[in-house]
């Protein structure tokens, strides 16, 4: 059984102007880090030229498809009929993107099947991660 889920979706860049560009991007769970999802653009799409991923809860993820959560640098909410309004808050800006809601929700319910929410405790390695701490303090 497979330990990542990885979903392409479609996002589309909210800017100033009145037209949305299409931005490809990529929802991912790894059960090797139960509580948090990550959201990646490639290169062509980010101010920089360089892959970004955002990593957040993935419970603030399931929150914000049903009303508006978060109060950091990542902000969900439902925006219209099938969309999904995600923020995402750095030095340099805001960007928001739309992603289908229903994309989002079969991507949450894979996750879900992968590590049920409340059960995310018993899929972490808390041994190797203080190891790893330990070994990065030397």
Not at 3 to 22: F, G, H, K, Y
Not at 42 to 71: I, Q
Request: with cysteine; net charge negative; proline share 7%.
């Amino acid at each position: 059984m497979s330990t990542v889920i990885e979903q392409a979706v479609q996002a589309r860049l909210v800017a100033s102007a009145p037209c949305m560009e299409t931005v490809p991007a990529t929802l991912r769970y790894d059960r090797k880090d139960p509580f948090a999802v990550q959201m990646a653009f490639p290169a062509p799409a980010t101010l920089e030229g360089t892959e970004v991923a955002w990593a957040f809860s993935r419970e603030l993820l399931a929150t914000g498809v049903d009303r508006p959560a978060g109060v950091g640098d990542v902000r969900v909410r439902p925006y219209g009929y099938d969309r999904t309004v995600v923020e995402f808050h750095a030095p340099e800006g805001v960007a928001m993107v739309h992603v289908r809601t229903s994309e989002v929700r079969r991507f949450l319910e894979r996750a879900q099947h992968l590590v049920p929410t409340g059960c995310e405790h018993h899929f972490l390695d808390l041994d190797e991660d203080l190891n790893a701490l330990l070994r990065d303090a030397r």
